[in-house]
């Protein structure tokens, strides 16, 4: 078997077995494309690097300036390939199992107050075009109402918004589901997206016989609907038309507002768990330490015994 194959192997045993997301099998197979190409300019065979080569590997990145995460990463595919290949025999020993990486180094998430988050729903209500105001208004409300990941949100099927519900199935990492109550602002934009969405497939459908789009949020693209990359630019857009410095806004930072926002109103933070699909109850518990830190600034800025 050649080593392209073997890899190959390795992804579809990845996917079948830890159900591992496409996003992580993309990295993975880029991760052991780049460390492969390391071994050929050696001489050296994929199965039969020894740790001093995987070492030397990890050594180039750190020199070439990567980042802490991307050199984890990195390492992380190689050490899941080497465990693989000894479990089925491909070679006698894992020259990966005794590498310690570098730690993630850990930051507190960025996040928004709730006066920006307020200034970005106003901007998607009425900045553009009619249909986009309706559009990007059920995005945004969604989003904060759930807390969802953007690629969540993005490929939401139009079945799971029918009916005017209250609880909203959201199929996250891993393809694991989970529920999320929808907010009434967030109810009602959603109703009002899907009338002008229907009307215009509708309209689609008569005039050129467009079949109907499965997703809530349909588009023209590959994927079907409104790509990941596309609501990036949208919401920076929507930062610059509200006033919010666009540094400071991403998909990500209005999920990490809402969590943060949850536990200053006092949610339970297993409560929080459950709604942002966190497998492990320590990553959630960084929301309280962000929480502390906002906490520390209000006291800093505003107490008067904290002046110089």
């Not at 997703?215 to 693209?221: H, I």
């Not at 410095?245 to 969590?259: G, K, S």
Request: net charge neutral; aromatic share 6%.
């Amino acid at each position: 078997m050649r080593e392209l194959e073997r890899v190959a192997t390795f992804l579809d045993a990845q996917a079948a077995e830890l159900d591992a997301s496409e996003n992580t099998l993309m990295a993975y197979a880029r991760d052991l494309k780049d460390y492969a190409g390391f071994l050929t300019g050696r001489g050296v065979a994929l199965l039969e690097a020894s740790q001093d080569e995987i070492e030397d590997y990890l050594l180039g990145l750190d020199a070439a300036g990567l980042a802490r995460a991307t050199r984890a990463r990195r390492l992380s595919a190689i050490k899941q390939f080497y465990r693989f290949a000894f479990e089925e025999a491909w070679r006698g020993d894992n020259p990966a199992i005794r590498i310690k990486g570098p730690q993630k180094a850990k930051r507190l998430p960025k996040t928004l107050s709730e006066e920006d988050v307020e200034k970005l729903l106003e901007a998607a209500r009425t900045s553009g075009r009619e249909g986009d105001r309706v559009r990007n208004t059920c995005l945004m409300e969604l989003l904060y109402a759930t807390g969802m990941r953007v690629s969540e949100l993005v490929s939401l099927p139009v079945s799971a918004a029918r009916g005017d519900p209250r609880m909203l199935l959201v199929r996250g990492k891993g393809g694991k589901e989970r529920m999320v109550p929808l907010s009434p602002p967030a109810r009602e934009a959603t109703a009002r997206w899907l009338e002008a969405r229907d009307a215009a497939e509708e309209i689609a459908r008569v005039e050129k016989g467009t079949p109907p789009s499965k997703f809530l949020f349909a588009s023209r693209g590959k994927a079907g609907h409104l790509t990941r990359h596309r609501f990036y630019l949208l919401i920076k857009e929507l930062a610059v038309a509200g006033g919010v410095a666009p540094a400071d806004v991403t998909p990500h930072t209005l999920r990490h507002a809402f969590a943060t926002h949850l536990l200053a109103r006092g949610a339970d933070l297993r409560a929080i768990q459950t709604l942002l699909g966190h497998a492990d109850i320590g990553t959630t518990e960084i929301y309280t330490h962000v929480l502390e830190e906002r906490l520390r600034e209000l006291v800093l800025e505003h107490h008067p015994m904290a002046a110089d």
